[in-house]
Nanobody, 125 residues
Framework: VQLVESGGGSVPPGGPLRLSCAAS????????MAWFRQAPGKEREGVAS???????RYADSVKGRFTISKDTTKNTLYLQMNSLKPEDTAMYYC????????????????????WGQGTQVTVSS
């Protein structure tokens, strides 16, 4: 499975941005997927997840501002980010795992075994 992120860039505070993650090489019918991010000098953290059944989960820091979705016909995962803040600045990574990732573990790195290379998001005036 290959994951390729796109859509990152530089935006002013309060602006929107949409990230995409194109997946290829799927060998199973369903995958759970997630977005993680890592800021300089910090550990990678889970941002949002969507299970193979479509159940979503968000980190408290992005609830109400970010929306995760997927288009199974295009094998693409999205992260719509609104009301961006400087603290959202980070490298954003797409992750996937075949089958179901239970919600309790949906924002934990070890729950996923496929990762993209990341796309940089910078929020600055």
């Amino acid at each position: 499975v290959q994951l390729v992120e796109s859509g990152g860039g530089s935006v002013p505070p309060g602006g929107p941005l949409r990230l995409s993650c194109a997946a290829s090489g799927y060998t199973r019918d369903s995958y759970s997927m997630a977005w993680f991010r890592q800021a300089p000098g910090k550990e990678r953290e889970g941002v949002a997840s969507i299970s193979s059944f479509g159940r979503t989960r968000y980190a408290d820091s992005v609830k109400g501002r970010f929306t995760i979705s997927k288009d199974t016909t295009k094998n693409t995962l999205y992260l719509q980010m609104n009301s961006l803040k400087p603290e959202d600045t980070a490298m954003y990574y797409c992750a996937a795992r075949a089958g179901l990732v239970v919600v309790d573990y949906a924002l934990i790195e070890i729950s996923y075994n496929y990762w993209g290379q990341g796309t940089q998001v910078t929020v600055s005036s």
